[in-house]
């Protein structure tokens, strides 16, 4: 949620950045009904505080005449509205204004450069592509490597699913507990959040209610508060904190929480997107802070270093991008992907997103902190990143570290945990 009072103040500001991601003319149209909405709203308070008043004044003045003997004069009632109806009429208009300012999206930051995919910018490159003479593709391999049974995935779930097997299993468990335990070792709190959520904390995460119909959905009837299984972690984190002052003295907040995520998105059809490159559910580590607005910039480039540090200790060639305004998360103000090398497409893919949100999210989640002796509040700065995705690191290990004999190398680090250091046909 945005800053009313930064509207207010500073509309041209607001626009120019909105511009970034949206229609110039559209935003200036939503920013007019914002700021309509808003005089709307000061009107009817200031119109009910002072009938208030006015109310309060007559009936001192009734019970002064009275105990004076006195005929009390009685005001006509005629042409004014009732408390209750202008109430009512505040309620209605607060909520809209409330559903325009929730539809709004975060306002990017100073180096974030509007545009699409294609304005999207490398900044950072690690290693080199691995030298491969003859590519096999992650599902190729996996199949012949007995690590992913797609087709029984596939009759367990439908199109979007695959069940890992053997080594293939292993392999992603192995991966998950490594994450986690560098992810300790970093000072993150591991917590293990609910799989399902309150709508609340959709809204809160700033995916609802535009993305609404990304995610699954219980029945009212089953869950007649609204309940859905998380996309991300991320959801779950920001929601657990929702409506609470946090303490000045514990910021940077860090914690971290393993999840599958379900998604309702279109299953990978496409050469690149084939596998477990992108499904209904998949594993992920998310990495989050909670922060004074100060401490933001430091911590963001601490989780992005946190991240590729990560990557790299599998030995996997990566880069580091900055996204443009309109390839970022709507609830977000800046975000870097770290992409891993495909060999089979000559493509990078997404292993983790690491995003500052500002005071965005924590608005709408209510996530605040009140300065020692202090009475008055200000909201948190939240960020958070993948820590990693691993259903895209599988394939990237297997298509990077393949050898000419159909073999992979397994990553060092995992070594310990599978005992062995190849994968054979």
């Not at 500073?10 to 970034?20: E, H, P, S």
């Not at 309620?91 to 995919?117: F, I, W, Y």
């Not at 002052?245 to 995520?261: G, Q, R």
Request: hydrophobic share 40%; proline share 5%; glycine share 8%.
């Amino acid at each position: 949620m945005l800053d009313m009072e930064l509207i207010r103040k500073d509309r041209d500001a607001v626009a120019a950045a909105l511009a970034k991601r949206l229609d110039a003319a559209e935003v200036d149209r939503v920013l007019a009904e914002i700021q309509q909405l808003d005089r709307e709203r000061r009107r009817l308070i200031t119109e009910i505080d002072g009938e208030r008043q006015r109310r309060k004044a007559e009936a001192r003045a009734y019970a002064q005449a009275k105990r004076a003997g006195v005929e009390p004069q009685v005001t006509s009632e005629a042409g004014r509205k009732q408390v209750a109806e202008l109430e009512a009429e505040l309620d209605e208009v607060q909520a809209r204004l409330h559903t325009t300012m929730s539809e709004l999206p975060n306002l990017p930051a100073e180096d974030v450069v509007p545009g699409g995919k294609e304005a999207n910018r490398v900044v950072k490159t690690f290693g080199a592509p691995p030298a491969i003479e003859k590519v096999r593709d992650h599902v190729e391999l996996s199949r012949m490597l007995g690590l992913v049974d797609h087709e029984r995935g596939v009759k367990l779930g439908g199109s979007g699913f695959w069940m890992y097997t053997g080594l293939g299993a292993r392999l992603e468990w192995a991966l998950v507990n490594w994450l986690i335990e560098r992810n300790i070792e970093a000072g993150y709190e591991f917590l293990l959040p609910p799989h399902l959520l309150l709508d609340s904390a959709g809204f809160a995460a700033g995916q609802f209610p535009k993305f609404y119909d990304d995610v699954y959905h219980l029945d009212k009837q089953s869950a007649p508060r609204g309940q859905f299984l998380l996309p991300t972690a991320e959801t779950a984190i920001l929601g657990a904190y929702q409506d609470e002052i946090l303490e000045t003295a514990k910021l940077p907040l860090k914690v971290f929480a393993y999840t599958p995520c379900y998604r309702r998105e279109a299953a990978g059809s496409h050469s690149d997107e084939r596998g477990t490159v992108r499904g209904h559910q998949f594993n992920k580590v998310e990495i989050f802070q909670f922060t004074l607005p100060e401490q933001a910039d430091a911590a963001l480039e601490q989780m992005v270093s946190h991240a590729e540090s990560l990557v790299e200790g599998l030995g996997l060639h990566y880069q580091r991008s900055l996204l443009a305004a309109g390839d970022s998360s709507a609830s977000m103000r800046k975000t870097l992907d770290i992409e891993v090398w495909m060999p089979s497409t000559g493509k990078y893919k997404e292993v983790s997103s690491v995003s500052w949100g500002g005071d965005y999210q924590a608005r709408r989640a209510a996530i605040r902190y009140r300065e020692p002796g202090g009475k008055q509040t200000r909201f948190v700065h939240t960020l958070n990143g993948s820590a990693l995705a691993t259903s895209r690191l599988l394939p990237a290990i297997l298509e990077q570290f393949q050898q000419p004999d159909g073999s992979v190398l397994v990553p060092e680090v995992l070594r310990p945990r599978l005992n062995t250091d190849r994968l054979t046909p």
